[in-house]
């Protein structure tokens, strides 16, 4: 009756934008982490510890704060992503070696540019990798939140749909809605992250083992 590709593009459209939000707040936070020790010593802990909570957790918090509404959904969303993308963006930075910055301030560039133009490039690995657990964290935590907050003003998601399915013991429904949450995760690695790897490893000179072509 077509209730199943409205809940997928409801929850696709949630997810990406949830996921582009979570970019948006997290990679500022990381490069002022990066560039404020006392700073990561107090808050990185804590970033660390909301990335091992399970997302789910953060489900009845947001309900009784913002209530059956799209704004508990991506809370909970952007609780399990930011996090991962984050930590590594750190991860990408804390590899760059120290004779970059050197060698950065010798040529003249300010603290900006060699942001912009050495250490986030420099840091891209790591930041990708951390991008794809971002996403596979905002996924699934956007179904956590869809098979908890069911109601209000929320439109049908996909975990609302899987919620439904199990509501009426309908086991058919139940095996479908998983077969489609892992074929969307499946297609997004195969069209955006295993692309973006591919091109970064290219660009180094590297294969997917991490040696040298030349």
């Known amino acids: ?35 404020q ?16 909570l399970p997302s789910i957790a953060w489900v009845p918090a947001a309900i009784i704060l913002f209530g059956l509404s799209n704004a508990t959904i991506y809370t909970v969303l952007l609780l399990g992503a ?29 603290k900006r540019q060699h942001i912009w133009h050495v250490e986030l490039p420099a840091a891209l690995p790591g930041y990708v990798a951390g991008l794809r657990q ?43 809605v998983i077969l489609v949450i892992l074929l969307v995760g499946v297609l997004i690695e195969l069209l955006c992250f295993a692309p973006l790897e591919r091109k970064l490893l290219r660009d180094r000179g590297m294969n997917r083992t991490g040696g040298n072509n030349g």
């Open 37 to 52: 020790p006392l700073a990561r010593q107090g808050i990185g802990p804590l970033i660390s510890a909301m990335q091992v």
């Open 134 to 176: 971002g996403w596979a964290f905002a996924w699934r935590s956007l179904m956590a939140a869809e098979l908890i907050a069911v109601g209000g003003s929320l439109a049908l998601g996909v975990g609302s749909l899987l919620q439904r399915g199990r509501d009426l013991a309908d086991l058919p429904l139940v095996m479908l």
């Open 1 to 35: 009756n077509g209730s199943l590709a409205a809940a997928v593009g409801t929850s696709l459209f949630r997810a990406l934008t949830g996921f582009l939000l979570a970019v948006v707040i997290a990679t500022p936070i990381a490069l002022l982490l990066a560039h």
């Open 82 to 110: 930011v996090p991962s993308i984050i930590n590594g963006l750190l991860s990408g930075i804390d590899l760059i070696p120290r004779q970059y910055r050197a060698l950065s301030t010798v040529l003249g560039a300010n």
